[in-house]
């Protein structure tokens, strides 16, 4: 077993800190995996559920209650049509579109997005100078 000055160097360095130097009191590590809520399907919480999937789901039953019923073809565009509600459903509620942030959600991200382009734009004049005419 070869242990190099390096490694022994870099296990130091982990166990001070990152940046070498060493730390007064407790240090806290929290895991990125962990949530404060109950998960029902990885990535989808009870209260995300209702939200996100209960109000398609009944969008989609809606829609497939609408006559007329005997028309096959009228069927299998209902039935697409209520799948891709759910789906979207579903990936509303589940998709994170921010890689490294976990807790960051489609539906909110989203917002943030609107939001950021109907805000009130600022323009900045240049300003005249003292005794200039136009």
Do not use: H
Not at 21 to 41: A, D, H, M, Q
Not at 98 to 107: A, D, T
């Amino acid at each position: 077993m070869n242990i190099s000055k390096d490694d022994i160097k870099k296990v130091l360095l982990e166990m001070l800190d990152d940046d070498g130097e060493k730390r007064e009191g407790k240090k806290f590590i929290f895991p990125r995996n962990v949530e404060s809520s109950y998960n029902l399907i990885p990535g989808l919480t009870g209260i995300d559920a209702i939200k996100y999937v209960s109000i398609p789901l009944v969008v989609a039953i809606l829609i497939i209650a609408i006559p007329p019923y005997s028309i096959l073809g009228l069927w299998i565009v209902k039935a697409l049509l209520a799948v891709a509600l759910l789906t979207g459903g579903f990936i509303l509620a589940i998709a994170r579109p921010v890689k490294y942030r976990n807790n960051i959600r489609c539906v909110e991200y989203l917002k943030n997005i609107l939001s950021f382009y109907s805000r009130q734009k600022m323009f900045f004049l240049k300003p005249r100078k003292r005794g200039e005419v136009k």
